[in-house]
């Protein structure tokens, strides 16, 4: 099968979830190209992979106007939207109103409904009338977005509210890291330093965890206020990252909740720790807690004094490793990209079907 990937911007974190969809078309040894209208780069984790050979960025306002990316869309058997956005779906949609080509849409994450206040007709009203020139396109979109026929989504909380195939983050299995045999435990947290992802919440946490001698490493730049402790080592490609977790002793996720993306949303970088077999640590939400599936620590409230505990409760190795080793089994019985291919090929012959 010959695929052509439409992704919004080669350089934002959208496309490391196209590089999780393309390795299962790789997989299945499909021909896959990725098209993306903005970008002077390929994102950093995965610049330096095969992946990145196989990207371009094709510019065109009008894309039914771009020979190129109409001799792409016409050689397709399906075209694959990553994420409903602008520069990806609706991109996708006029390519198919100009070849017939099939399209399948690929859900990871609630950004759509996350520019779109669903649940605030006052809010949706005022946007409305006040950015009625970039709102309704975007409301237009999700509404098309909701009838589309042929959808894969990342998670159950996303399969519950668009439908289609659950298609998880497909990642190789790297292999378990270093055995668990640290009394004073490395705690790693891999991504960037945005506020939904909860740092700050951690840093705190692992100020209160200085008796069990913990230390924290941040794939991010170093803040003025870094402590001793502390460790910040900059954006890292993602097998930088992968070698961080395996060399670490506790992985954690401290998302907020109540905020529209970590509701919604399942990273990567979770399916990363368990393969590595960490001991892993997650604010109690529902993308998280279906990964882990129990093989891993669930905090109930945002503060600092549970994650700490629950921080503690894991300074001995040996629950260390009985409980990464949960994980890692369960990752590999899910998230390897030999588990999630059948779902992936199902979709997409469906999808291909589809006239």
Excluded at 40 to 64: I, N, Q
């Amino acid at each position: 099968m010959r695929v052509l990937f439409l992704t919004i911007n080669l350089e934002s974190n959208s496309t490391g979830r196209t590089y999780a969809l393309w390795l299962l078309a790789e997989a299945e040894g499909w021909d896959s190209k990725v098209v993306a209208p903005r970008g002077e780069f390929v994102w950093g984790p995965v610049s330096s992979t095969h992946f990145a050979s196989k990207c371009v960025v094709l510019r065109d306002e009008v894309p039914e106007d771009d020979m190129e990316l109409l001799r792409l869309a016409r050689e397709a058997d399906l075209m694959i939207a990553v994420k409903p956005l602008p520069g990806a779906y609706d991109r996708a949609q006029r390519l198919q109103r100009a070849t017939g080509t099939p399209l399948l849409l690929d859900i990871d994450d609630p950004s759509l409904e996350g520019q779109i206040p669903l649940r605030n007709p006052a809010k949706f009203a005022a946007k409305a009338v006040l950015r009625a020139r970039t709102f309704l396109p975007l409301v237009a979109l999700y509404r098309a977005a909701r009838r589309e026929a042929n959808v894969t989504v990342s998670n159950p909380v996303l399969q519950s509210r668009w439908g289609g195939a659950i298609v998880p983050h497909a990642r190789p299995d790297t292999g378990a890291g270093v055995a668990h045999t640290r009394s004073n435990p490395v705690v790693v947290f891999v991504g960037t330093n945005l506020a939904h992802k909860g740092v700050p919440l951690l840093r705190r946490a692992l100020e209160q965890c200085q008796e069990v001698g913990a230390t924290l490493v941040v794939t991010d730049k170093e803040p003025a206020d870094a402590k001793p402790w502390e460790s910040w080592v900059g954006r890292t490609t993602l097998d930088e990252g992968i070698e961080l977790v395996k060399e670490s002793d506790i992985v954690v996720l401290p998302s907020t909740p109540g905020l529209v993306f970590p509701e919604a949303q399942l990273p990567a970088k979770l399916i990363d720790a368990m393969i590595a077999s960490r001991a892993v640590i997650v604010s109690d939400l529902a993308p998280l807690t279906w990964a882990l599936d129990g093989s891993g620590v669930v905090v109930n409230d945002q503060s600092a004094a549970s994650l700490a505990r629950a921080i503690r409760s894991l300074s001995d190795p040996r629950v260390r490793q009985e409980l990464g080793d949960r994980a890692r089994a369960r990752a590999l019985s899910r998230f390897t990209i030999e588990r999630v291919r059948p779902a992936f090929r199902e979709a997409c012959v469906v999808a291909a079907a589809t006239s």
